[in-house]
C-alpha cells in the first residue's frame, strides 16, 4: 500500500513537473515579441525598473549614474521578466563595465521579495497615514525617518534600538561607525548625522529598518578584511555587491581536501565575528549553504547574505555589566525537522562577552551530521576518508561543537576542530 501511494505521488510530481515546464514553454511561445523586445533591452538604465520613484524611501542613488548610463546589463536569462516567478529573492546577475577596464560580473538585489518590498510602502503609509495606500513620498515626511531632521546631531540607540537584527541592541559606537562608513554619501567620513543630506539620512534609516545588508557590508568592509561581499553601491531599491563565486552548496559533494579546507574556513569566520581586536561580536542568525559562496581562483569562502547579523558591543557590556554579563554562554541545539534549524536568545547575545552562538550554527547547519539541505544530511564533512572515519576523533569534535554533552564542551571542541581542519587542510600558521 506504500509502495502504490509513493508511486503514485512520484507520477503526480512528474506531472505538474510537465505541466508547469509545458506552460511556461506556451508562454514563451505566445509572448515572442515581448521576449525578443525584453531581450534587447536595457532594463537597468530604466528608472522604473530601478524603482528610483520610491526615493527616498530607498537604498541610496551612488551608482546612479553608471545604472543610467547603461554600463550594467543584466545577463541574458535575467532579462526576461516571465521568470522573475522563480526569482523569489530579487536577485540578479549582470555586467558592469567601465571604460578601458573591461566588464566583470555583479550581483544585484533588491533586499527583498516583491511582496515584501510591497510592504515597505504600505507600512510607511500606515505609519503616516493610517491607510494602506497614500503618496508615499508624502508620507514620508510624517514618519520616524524624517523625524531625525538636520537638527539632530547624532544617531542614538534610543532612537533605532530593535528596528533590525544589526541595531537590535546598538551602542553609540557601533552607530557612530554605521553613520562615519556610510556609502550613499558624497561626504562620507563624519559620525555626524546632521552633516547628510535629508534624502540621505532617510535613507539610512528606511535601510536600517527594512533590511541592514548594505549597511553591514559597509560597517565591516572586506578591503579590511571582514568575510562579507563588497558593497559597491546603489540606485533606487537596487544594490550592486562584488560576485564572488558559487555558492557553498555547489561544493557539498567536492574532492574531501576541497571540503576540508572550506570547513576550516568556515571555522575561521565563526572565530573572527566572535572574537575580534574591534570588540563588536557578529553573531549569525540564518545560516545556510546559500548564504555562503567560495570564490574561484582563491577559494575563499565569503558570507553574501548579511541581512541577519546581530552586532553586540563587547565593550559596552563590560561598561553596563548586565546580569550574568561574565558567565560564558551555551547555545541549545536544536534537533527541529526543518532546514537551517538556529535556536538563540537575542537578549542574551546582547549581555554576555563570551557566546559560542558562531560556532554552534556553523557546526550544526553547515559542517557536522546534523546538517541538513536540500534534502541532503551528513554536512559539508560527509564521507570521510576511511582513515579519518576509523579513528573517529573529527565526527566526535562535530558531535561535540554541534550538540556538547561536557559543560563549555562546544568552546572547547570548536578551538580543537579549528586545529584538527587546519592540519588536515595543511592550513597550519
Known amino acids: 500500500m506504500l509502495r502504490l501511494v509513493s508511486l503514485k505521488l512520484g507520477r503526480l510530481y512528474r506531472y505538474v513537473k510537465l505541466a508547469v515546464l509545458g506552460s511556461l514553454a506556451a508562454a514563451l511561445v505566445l509572448n515572442t515579441h515581448s521576449l525578443l523586445a525584453s531581450l534587447q533591452r536595457n532594463e537597468l538604465s530604466e528608472r522604473r525598473f530601478l524603482q528610483l520613484n520610491k526615493c527616498p524611501a530607498c537604498w541610496g542613488t551612488s551608482w546612479c549614474r553608471k545604472f543610467l548610463n547603461g554600463q550594467l546589463r543584466l545577463e541574458s536569462w535575467g532579462r526576461l521578466r516571465l521568470l522573475d516567478f522563480f526569482n523569489v529573492k530579487n536577485v540578479y546577475f549582470a555586467r558592469y563595465g567601465e571604460p578601458r ?31 494602506g495606500r497614500c503618496d508615499l513620498l508624502q508620507a514620508l515626511h510624517a514618519t520616524e525617518f524624517a523625524s531625525l531632521n538636520g537638527d539632530v546631531r547624532l544617531l542614538t540607540p534610543d532612537a533605532v534600538e530593535g528596528w533590525s537584527d544589526l541595531v537590535h541592541c546598538p551602542s553609540q559606537r557601533l552607530l557612530d561607525r554605521l553613520v562615519r562608513r556610510y556609502a550613499e554619501t558624497k561626504d562620507s567620513g563624519s559620525f555626524l548625522l546632521r552633516n547628510l543630506k535629508d534624502s540621505e ?34 540606485c533606487g531599491r537596487m544594490v550592486a555587491v562584488n560576485y564572488v563565486g558559487e555558492e557553498l552548496w555547489s561544493y557539498f559533494n567536492a574532492p574531501w581536501e576541497k571540503r576540508v579546507d572550506l570547513a576550516w574556513q568556515l571555522m575561521e569566520i565563526a572565530e573572527q565575528l566572535t572574537n575580534n ?61 526543518k532546514e537551517a534549524c538556529l535556536s538563540f536568545s537575542k537578549e542574551i547575545l546582547c549581555a554576555r562577552v563570551t557566546v559560542d552562538h558562531n560556532y554552534y550554527a556553523i557546526c550544526q547547519n553547515l559542517l557536522s551530521r546534523h546538517a541538513t539541505w536540500r534534502g541532503t544530511s551528513g554536512g559539508l564533512l560527509h564521507d570521510p576518508p576511511t582513515e579519518i572515519a576509523k579513528d573517529g576523533r573529527l565526527e566526535a569534535l562535530l558531535d561535540e561543537c554541534a550538540n556538547p554533552k561536557k559543560r563549555y564542551g562546544r568552546f572547547q571542541a570548536a578551538k580543537e576542530l579549528r586545529e584538527y581542519l587546519a592540519q588536515l587542510s595543511n592550513n597550519v600558521r
Open 201 to 234: 539620512r532617510m535613507q539610512l534609516l528606511i535601510t536600517l529598518a527594512f533590511n541592514p545588508e548594505p549597511l553591514v557590508l559597509q560597517s565591516f568592509p572586506s578591503d579590511e578584511g571582514w568575510p562579507f561581499a563588497k558593497y559597491l553601491g546603489a
Open 277 to 337: 581586536d574591534f570588540e563588536f561580536a557578529l553573531y549569525l542568525l540564518d545560516v545556510s549553504f546559500d548564504n555562503f559562496a567560495v570564490g574561484p581562483r582563491d577559494g575563499k569562502v565569503i558570507i553574501v547574505d548579511a541581512e541577519n547579523v546581530l552586532v553586540a558591543d563587547k565593550r559596552l557590556i563590560r561598561q553596563n555589566k548586565p546580569e550574568n554579563w561574565d558567565v560564558w554562554y551555551e547555545s541549545k541545539f536544536d534537533d527541529c525537522d
Open 101 to 131: 577596464e573591461g566588464s566583470r560580473r555583479v550581483v544585484l538585489k533588491r533586499l527583498g521579495s516583491a511582496q515584501e518590498l510591497a510592504d515597505i510602502d504600505t507600512k510607511i503609509c500606515r505609519r503616516a497615514t493610517g491607510r
